[in-house]
């Protein structure tokens, strides 16, 4: 029953987006090139343009000057090498040596926030240390800052 909900659905979306399609064509009204989709200027398909390399920094940890976040709730951007610290595993973080809370204020770097935690604290109202599964491969979300131009600017948020 599911399989044929599901073929039905499909079909049906096929079938209305077909017929908007030849009903703007046939108003006369324009369709989006592929060129025209996003901020390359030429076909996805035909591309040939070499990116700027991105220059991500050497300065050891507590040294690197940290980007402002793209938007308020943004992950970080790391500020300093990571090249020394890779890979990271399921039984080796070298993040966790200087980011844990209980670590982080006496080395000066940022303490990973009680959102990375599987549980905050325990029945007595100790804090736990121990990084959700989801959260324990850090540069999944937080990656090291590069200095490239983007190709548009952010307006993210700004009014």
Do not use: W
């Not at 090249?83 to 303490?111: Q, R, S, W, Y």
């Amino acid at each position: 029953m599911l399989k044929q909900s599901l073929a039905f659905f499909i079909g049906t979306m096929i079938v209305v987006g077909s017929s908007l399609y030849i009903t703007a064509t046939i108003a006369g009204e324009k369709t989006i090139a592929p060129e025209e989709m996003g901020i390359r200027k030429q076909s996805v398909f035909t591309e040939q343009t070499q990116l700027p390399e991105a220059k991500y920094p050497d300065t050891p940890p507590g040294t690197g000057k940290k980007f402002s976040r793209a938007y308020p709730t943004a992950p970080p951007q790391i500020p300093h090498s990571i090249k020394d610290f890779l890979p990271i595993t399921a039984k080796e973080n070298a993040c966790l040596n200087c980011h844990m809370p209980d670590v982080a204020k006496d080395v000066g770097a940022t303490p990973i926030p009680p959102s990375h935690f599987k549980r905050r604290f325990s029945k007595t109202g100790k804090p736990l240390y121990k990084i959700a599964g989801a959260n324990y491969y850090c540069v999944s979300c937080h990656t090291p800052q590069a200095n490239v131009k983007p190709p548009v600017e952010n307006v993210f948020g700004k009014k």
